[in-house]
T-cell receptor
Framework: QKEVEQDPGPLSVPEGAIVSLNCTYS??????FMWYRQYSRKGPELLMY????GNKEDGRFTAQVDKSSKYISLFIRDSQPSDSATYLC???????????FGTGTSLTVIP | EAQVTQNPRYLITVTGKKLTVTCSQN?????MSWYRQDPGLGLRQIYY???????DKGDVPEGYKVSRKEKRNFPLILESPSPNQTSLYFC??????????????FGDGTRLSIL
């Protein structure tokens, strides 16, 4: 079983829609949760970073962590064509020197 | 500008010919790491380093070497490359937090093709 599972999509939504991206994980030691956005031919860039459970909001982006279900989500409100990219979840344990990434979800926002 | 710089960005080479991919960061980060990205497999960690002269294996270290002689540099060495090492490689760096898991800054990638 993979440490982190993520639906690869692709996901296609109209501009202005709310997008929900999700990852599940198996290792209960994970405490640090990240979402990265990756444009074609570029490296991943950090979008959201959370520690332990709860919600975190930054502009149009909201990250949620449910440790009891081993499930994390990223919500994008009022999606824009510029949000079209691959979204990667990543996790690390409390003694975390190793990071585990999902395979990424490809998102297209149609004008 | 804060950045992680990888070179080369693209390389086509042949089996068995030793190669080095360089990585340099200008953020004074202690932690540096190498990943490979393959379709359907996502990003997988090859090696990481917590500080100068300290390196550890990630999930897929076979066939790779690293060294950390200076804080800013973390080269990835393929002593005898094979076609299964054809991939997109990323270098990343971050601060070291008390509990670990600090978010990383990534370079723009090196696409290696080994024939």
């Amino acid at each position: 079983q993979k440490e982190v599972e993520q639906d690869p999509g692709p996901l296609s939504v109209p501009e202005g829609a709310i997008v929900s991206l999700n990852c599940t994980y198996s290792n209960s030691a994970f405490q640090y949760f990240m979402w990265y956005r990756q444009y074609s031919r570029k490296g991943p860039e950090l979008l959201m970073y959370t520690y332990s459970s709860g919600n975190k909001e930054d502009g149009r982006f909201t990250a949620q962590v449910d440790k009891s279900s081993k499930y994390i989500s990223l919500f994008i409100r009022d999606s824009q064509p510029s949000d079209s990219a691959t979204y990667l979840c990543a996790m690390s344990a409390n003694t975390g020197n190793q990071f585990y990434f999902g395979t990424g979800t490809s998102l297209t926002v149609i004008p | 500008e804060a950045q992680v710089t990888q070179n080369p960005r693209y390389l086509i080479t042949v089996t068995g010919k030793k190669l080095t991919v360089t990585c340099s960061q200008n953020m004074n980060h202690e932690y540096m790491s190498w990943y490979r990205q393959d379709p359907g497999l996502g990003l997988r960690q090859i090696y990481y380093s917590m500080n100068v002269e300290v390196t550890d294996k990630g999930d897929v270290p076979e066939g790779y070497k690293v060294s950390r002689k200076e804080k800013r540099n973390f080269p990835l060495i393929l002593e005898s490359p094979s076609p299964n090492q054809t991939s997109l490689y990323f270098c990343a760096s971050s601060l070291v937090g008390q509990g670990g898991g600090q978010p990383q800054h990534f370079g723009d990638g090196t696409r290696l093709s080994i024939l």
